[in-house]
């Protein structure tokens, strides 16, 4: 699960509540900060990456991953904006999203060979393996939240399935471990073990030699949240109450990125198909931003629009060398 | 650096918010919601959110720029009132030059504040008053017209109500007491003041029913000098209660006593109506002096309900046995007769209900009209504020509805909201994340 690209995932449990277009912000941010992204679309099926960034007819899209003929550097898309390469998962043909593990694994490979800093991926809704899969196999995980409780919901049983799901990879070949982290066959499922807690027991009792293995997992998962869509400090505590649900069931040390606030600039900009941190970088939902990168990437930037060019300054933190 | 202190001023103003919003939920109200469109479409346009600072803060301005002004005229005023008053001090009684005002009216002006508005406006009225030692010609006819009323009771001195006598004496101690002259003030100018002196249409409609002998003229009855009520307003509080004590028994012997009228001769309803043939319907038609009532309207004496006949139910009999005409034809013989003396349809008759036709009635009438008053008097000096709890309708309304529809099932559609405090909260998540069997980890 290792790789020399710093893989970020953006996913969530909810449709709707800003994955794509946060994802798209983030990759544009450390674009203009210098670093090389690509940006990829893994939304098989259902697929919007690329009109956000104002690209129609995309010259390749899902299709070409399994095609022989194409190699990994026509897959990627310039997006006129420099250091920033483009995968669109565009062709959302019936049924595209139902694609097999071993595509899945194909694409898994394609993400690891590419040749960039950061490879960000937006990621679909839902908890399914193909979903989960790809957030699994990042450096850094994003999940994204809205302050409704319907989203906050939906975002703590992602963070429990990417959780039991690795759990699920690394005990592949034991299935009685299966049957507790591995509930797609309700019939064989032990559906007793819902948290981390009453797995560790389990572990404790039935599998003492893989319970440092198992905390090990769970002591790397270390998913970040990010608020988006936020109008209140009420709003913000939802993030709070999610990381202590995560931290109290999941025993995870999930950290709080960082909030967006609600503003009709993004919805707008959305329309428009200009990235809001180009289109008003000095916007508060671009600063929101601008914080959640630094978070990602210990650094502080701070962009600047002016005469129709944006200027960034970036500073990097030093406590942050100094740990590294 | 401009940037940066609006910055700071973004982040101070979205702290207030944030607190104001987290204390008292304020993006939850109905107001908030209504211009929360108006408010993104003032941080969109830089140009309406300069008219809304400006707005802002120069309405509140003019606000009190415009009370300033005021306040500084109402000094002037009272600079200029008390300059007069001097001057005039220096004056001799009948020189001419001196202001010719009421002394209350200065004694008001001069005692006034700057704070006080109604005493301020109540100040300012001798100065539009005529200046002039002679009464203008409606305070005669009003003079006049209290003097010709005075020894009624009902009487109310309109120089009282219309604030134009010299000294006003409370009747009782009372009474002198600012609330309770406040109400009786009230209760002057809804009762009499406006509504029934200086309506032209009540007073037509008084004279229609005086001549019509639907009124009776109470200020042409001068009361005896026996009577407990002929100088009430200077009777104290208890010799009124006496007094209406006094009244209630008179009341109650009269009424007595036309009860024991009613119940000795039960034949002879008084009315002004003595024979039935005296009654003209028509040109030449009369009702026939034989007919009377009892055969056309009462019921047979032997019919009744609590005691219904129990017949045996006949035996079924063929059709063909029953002689159907021979039931149905003396029924409407019965009613022949009746269809004959049924007069035809004419104008009802005048009928003179004039009270001092009946035995005593008038009497009876005025004592309890009298009766009315006076009490509803002493209900508003002393239980002035109970009486509007009283009267509200709508609560006894909601209540009586509640009251017959208990039986109803309660339900209550009311929002539920996510709970504010946090611990709440987390209880609420669980309870959505996990299902009922799931409770191993609690």
Redesign the interface.
């Known amino acids: 699960m290792t790789s020399q690209v710093n893989i970020i995932a953006v996913g969530g449990g909810k449709g709707g509540i800003g994955k794509s277009l946060v994802c798209t912000n983030l990759a544009i941010g450390m674009a203009l900060s210098g670093q090389k992204v690509i940006l990829m679309d893994t939304d098989f099926g259902a697929s919007n990456l690329h009109a956000l960034l104002g690209i129609n007819n995309p010259a390749h899209g899902f299709q070409d991953f399994f095609n022989e003929e194409s190699n990994d550097q026509s897959l990627l898309i310039d997006t006129g904006i420099s250091n920033l390469k483009f995968v669109s998962g565009a062709g959302d043909n019936p049924g595209s999203a139902n694609i097999d593990t071993e595509k899945i694994n194909k694409v898994i490979s394609f993400i690891k060979s590419l040749e960039a800093d950061t490879v960000l991926l937006d990621l679909g809704p839902g908890t399914n393996y193909n979903v989960i899969d790809f957030f699994n196999i990042s450096t850094q995980n994003v999940v994204l939240t809205t302050p409704e409780m319907t989203s906050v919901m939906k975002t703590f049983s992602f963070i429990r399935s990417a959780l039991f799901r690795r759990i699920s990879l690394a005990f592949q070949s034991n299935p009685d471990i299966q049957k507790m982290v591995d509930h797609s066959n309700p019939s064989s499922a032990d559906i007793e073990t819902y948290t981390t807690g009453l797995l560790r027991d389990r572990f404790v009792e039935d599998f003492p030699e893989q319970l440092e293995e198992f905390n090990n997992i769970v002591k790397d998962f270390t998913p970040g949240l990010v608020v988006n869509r936020v109008r209140s400090k009420k709003d913000l505590k939802t993030g709070d109450n999610l990381l202590k649900l995560v931290k109290k069931f999941l025993e995870a040390e999930s950290t709080y990125l960082g909030y967006i606030i609600e503003s009709d600039r993004v919805r707008d900009s959305v329309d428009e198909m200009i990235p809001f941190l180009i289109k008003d970088p000095q916007s508060k939902p671009s600063e929101n931003l601008q914080q959640i990168i630094g978070a990602l990437t210990n650094t502080d930037l701070q962009f600047v629009k002016k005469d129709g060019r944006i200027f960034v300054s970036k500073q990097v933190r030093l406590s942050s060398g100094w740990e590294v | 650096m401009i940037e940066q202190y609006l910055q700071v001023a973004l982040e101070f103003v979205k702290e207030i ?3 104001l ?2 204390q008292f ?1 304020l ?1 939850e109200t109905e107001a908030f919601k209504f211009i929360h469109p108006y408010l ?1 479409q003032l941080q ?1 346009n830089p140009m309406y959110m300069g008219g809304a600072f400006i707005a802002l803060f120069l309405v509140p301005f003019g606000l009190y720029k415009v009370r300033s002004i005021s306040r500084e005229r109402e000094r002037k005023l009272d600079e200029l009132m008390e300059e007069m008053e001097e001057e005039e001090e220096e004056y001799e009684e009948d020189d001419p030059r001196r202001l010719r005002r009421p002394e209350s009216a200065v004694e008001t002006t001069s005692d006034k504040t700057a704070d006080d508005d109604e005493d301020e406006e109540e100040g300012d009225k001798p100065l539009f008053e005529k200046q002039d030692d002679a009464p203008p010609p409606y305070m005669e006819i009003l003079e006049k017209l209290d003097a010709e009323e005075s020894d009624d009771e009902l009487h109310v001195d309109t120089q009282k109500v219309m604030g134009t006598k010299n000294e006003l004496e409370p009747v009782s101690s009372e009474l002198a007491e600012p609330v309770i002259n406040k109400d009786l003030s009230e209760f002057e100018d809804f009762e009499f003041d406006s509504d029934e002196k200086n309506d032209p249409s009540h007073d037509m409609a008084m004279q229609e029913l005086q001549d019509q002998g639907e009124l009776t003229e109470f200020e042409n009855n001068t009361l005896s000098s026996d009577d407990p009520f002929a100088n009430y307003s200077e009777l104290d509080d208890e010799e009124q209660d006496r007094a209406i004590q006094e009244l209630q028994d008179e009341m109650e012997s009269t009424i007595n006593k036309l009860t024991e009228q009613l119940e000795s001769g039960p034949e002879e309803i008084p009315s002004a109506i003595k024979n039935l043939g005296d009654i003209r319907i028509g040109d030449d038609t009369t009702i026939d002096d034989e007919f009377t009532l009892d055969e056309e309207f009462t019921l047979d004496e032997d019919i009744t309900l609590e005691k219904p006949k129990t017949e045996p139910i006949p035996e079924p009999q063929p059709l063909e046995s029953i002689d159907l005409t021979d039931a149905v034809e003396p029924v409407i013989e019965a009613i022949e007769p009746v269809a004959d003396v049924s007069p035809p349809l004419q104008p009802v008759p005048e009928r003179d209900y004039t009270i001092d036709d009946k035995p005593g009635g008038g009497q009876v009438d005025s004592l309890i009209n009298r009766l009315k008053y006076f009490q509803e008097n002493l209900d508003t000096r002393f239980h002035h504020s109970e009486k509007r709890e009283r009267v509200s309708p709508p609560a006894a309304a909601t209540n009586d509805f509640v009251d017959e529809h208990r039986y109803i099932e309660q339900r209550s559609f009311a929002t539920k909201s ?1 709970p ?1 405090d ?1 611990k709440k ?2 209880e ?3 309870s ?3 299902l009922k069997d ?1 409770n ?2 609690k």
Do not use: A, C, R, T
């Open positions: 918010w944030f607190q919003d987290s939920g993006e993104l969109d996510i504010v946090n909260y987390m609420v998540l669980e959505f994340i996990f799931q191993k980890h």
